[in-house]
């Protein structure tokens, strides 16, 4: 894969105009972590703010820090993973739950529990919390534009439909959230292959903060990049670039797709802060500062 230069590239002004609104209007994804505090206070006033559910501090701790979230100005998504969800009592309560604070957004995903509950993964949960008497106004879903470690690229379209189905058949509406990505040839091509197969929602575009590159790596598998050595090795170019260059830009991604942004549906964008939110709000500053 040839390594991007900025110089390269010629944006419109419409282009630009909506690269940068999506800046502006990013989400910020928070990991309940020991450095949660510092990432808290580092926020942008009324940022919308994506919270992570934990395999080690489970559902509860998500669902604590979304209502301190809320409560404090911020627009909170928690994240409900279906393998950590007991049953369906356990879906009624989450959408009572979700109701009762007057959440807006939530995102669903099929978690890494290694014992589930009820529920093997994200269309399975879906279907029942969708329906239920949540008081949510947009649910997002996972989408993997770079493969899965587990499922095939087929298994990972039909759930992505199926998802956008049960969304459409329950008058919600949804998006769909992209694993971190790296490679914008890869992401152009996957988008443009979903539509033309009949993907309508949303996406919103996965990428990483500025974050510390070794925290990248060592906490990246878990929380979007892959969980083995295949995706490192497909997407080694970009990587590799990453990894060596002085300072990470988020506009490595953007920019290349700049272009197609509008055209194929991107309407948001998906920060994996790692809770090195500072770093990533000095970039946002400086991007929409020009």
Known sequence: MALFSKAA?????EAQAHRIELTRNLTFELIPLKSLAAAVAALPAGAEVSVTCSPA???DETQRLTAELHGQGYTAI???SARMTRDRAHVDELAAWCREL???KAFVVGGDAEEPGDYLGAVEFLEDFAGADHGLSTIGVTAYPDGHAFLSDEQLHDALHAKQNILAEAGVAGYAST???FDPTSISAWLKAERARGLRLPVHLG???VVDKTKLLTMGARLGIGDSLTYLKKNKGAVIKMMTSLSYDPNDLLLPLSAELAELGVEGMHVFTFNQVEATES????VLNG
Request: proline fraction near 4%; aromatic fraction near 8%; hydrophobic fraction near 35%.
């Open 57 to 59: 501090k489970g559902i």
């Open 9 to 13: 590239v010629t944006e419109t002004a």
């Open 207 to 209: 990428i990483s903060g």
């Open 179 to 181: 694993q971190m990505c």
């Open 283 to 286: 970039w946002r500053q400086s």
């Open 78 to 80: 928690p994240h409900f």
């Open 102 to 104: 007057g959440l807006s």
